[in-house]
T-cell receptor, first 115, second 110 residues
Framework: KAGVTQTPRYLIKTRGQQVTLSCSPISGHRSVSWYQQTPGQGLQFLFEYFSETQRNKGNFPGRFSGRQFSNSRSEMNVSTLELGDSALYLC??????????????FGPGTRLTVL | DQQVKQNSPSLSVQEGRISILNCDYTNSMFDYFLWYKKYPAEGPTFLISISSIKDKNEDGRFTVFLNKSAKHLSLHIVPSQPGDSAVYFCAGYYGQNFVFGPGTRLSVLP
């Protein structure tokens, strides 16, 4: 079974631009969560989508948004990029709502650099 | 305010010896604690978890200990192998939320 895939793997943008990242979950998984990883901060939760509905959101500004499609694929958008948005963005999928009952499987991440 | 702390950014251990990775937390609401391992250029993978009502959980070479009174947990790897070299994240879980620590980089030296 194919794992979680994320595209693109690397991205360079400049301040003020916007970016869209894509995540394809494992087949049959209905939940997709997004995390931001920065050095010293670990993984910080952005949001989770389940069956096309955002069910949970972390403490990030409204510039960060996402959506999920009927095939469970998800996209994350960041508008008006800032230097501090440079990070590794990880997506994770699970069969059901992410929790201890449903293991999260992570993709390799998209490395975003904002210049 | 970091709810989950991993105060050692890095740790080096000789192959065959025990690796002990530590994690402290401030939120008493966590129901479970989980450990993830991350290799470079890959996403984190789930390693082991422990319920907040337990004090120990073991899976092969990996054992997690929880001390609720001290709000401290640790992951023991015995014996350590070079393939264990990775970044280890501790996470707390409550209310359908995961809170991750900043990670500890483990290097197992041959």
């Amino acid at each position: 079974k194919a794992g979680v895939t994320q595209t693109p793997r690397y991205l360079i943008k400049t301040r003020g631009q916007q970016v869209t990242l894509s995540c394809s979950p494992i087949s049959g998984h209905r939940s997709v969560s997004w995390y931001q990883q920065t050095p010293g901060q670990g993984l910080q939760f952005l949001f989770e989508y389940f069956s096309e509905t955002q069910r949970n959101k972390g403490n990030f500004p409204g510039r960060f948004s996402g959506r999920q499609f009927s095939n469970s694929r998800s996209e994350m958008n960041v508008s008006t990029l800032e230097l501090g948005d440079s990070a590794l963005y990880l997506c994770a999928s699970s069969v059901g709502i992410a929790g201890v009952e449903h293991t999260q499987y992570f993709g390799p991440g998209t490395r975003l650099t904002v210049l | 305010d970091q709810q989950v702390k991993q105060n050692s950014p890095s740790l080096s251990v000789q192959e065959g010896r025990i690796s002990i990775l530590n994690c402290d937390y401030t939120n008493s609401m966590f129901d479970y604690f989980l450990w993830y391992k991350k290799y470079p250029a890959e996403g984190p993978t789930f390693l082991i978890s422990i319920s907040s009502i337990k004090d120990k959980n073991e899976d092969g070479r990996f054992t997690v200990f929880l001390n609720k009174s001290a709000k401290h947990l640790s992951l023991h790897i015995v014996p350590s192998q070079p393939g264990d070299s990775a970044v280890y994240f501790c996470a707390g879980y409550y209310g359908q939320n995961f809170v991750f620590g900043p990670g500890t980089r483990l290097s197992v030296l041959p």
